[in-house]
Nanobody
Framework: VQLQASGGGLVQAGGSLRLSCLTP????????MGWFRQVPGKEREIVST????????YYADSVKGQFTMSRNNSNYIVYLQMNSLKTEDTAIYFC??????????????????WGQGTQVTVSS
């Protein structure tokens, strides 16, 4: 079982991207979802997390007010809208699903399922 992340790419600083994460099916509508990012040599860090209903979303301080996470349970897709991108947002972005517990979930170890990652590169 794998999540499918997409939407990464190369963008200039100040630009926007929207990442998508396709989940395998209906049962994931009951899971807390999260977006993480990782740069070489550093640990994977949480970006945002959202509850199963999609009405409660939470963000790392570094992206608060800049990124917006949402989900469409009808289509089994989770999104990360990234605005005003900065060079320091360059990373591989991963989506993840936690089958137990409630949001927010801040630790990578809380998540059971992961996508393959999508590269986001922000140029100056």
């Amino acid at each position: 079982v794998q999540l499918q992340a997409s939407g990464g790419g190369l963008v200039q600083a100040g630009g926007s991207l929207r990442l998508s994460c396709l989940t395998p099916g209906r049962k994931f509508n009951n899971y807390v979802m999260g977006w993480f990012r990782q740069v070489p040599g550093k640990e994977r860090e949480i970006v945002s997390t959202i509850n199963w209903g999609g009405d409660r979303d939470y963000y790392a301080d570094s992206v608060k007010g800049q990124f917006t996470m949402s989900r469409n349970n009808s289509n089994y897709i989770v999104y990360l809208q990234m605005n005003s991108l900065k060079t320091e947002d360059t990373a591989i972005y991963f989506c993840a699903a936690a089958s137990r517990g409630v949001a927010p979930k801040w630790e990578a170890t809380d998540y059971d399922y992961w996508g393959q990652g999508t590269q986001v590169t922000v140029s100056s």
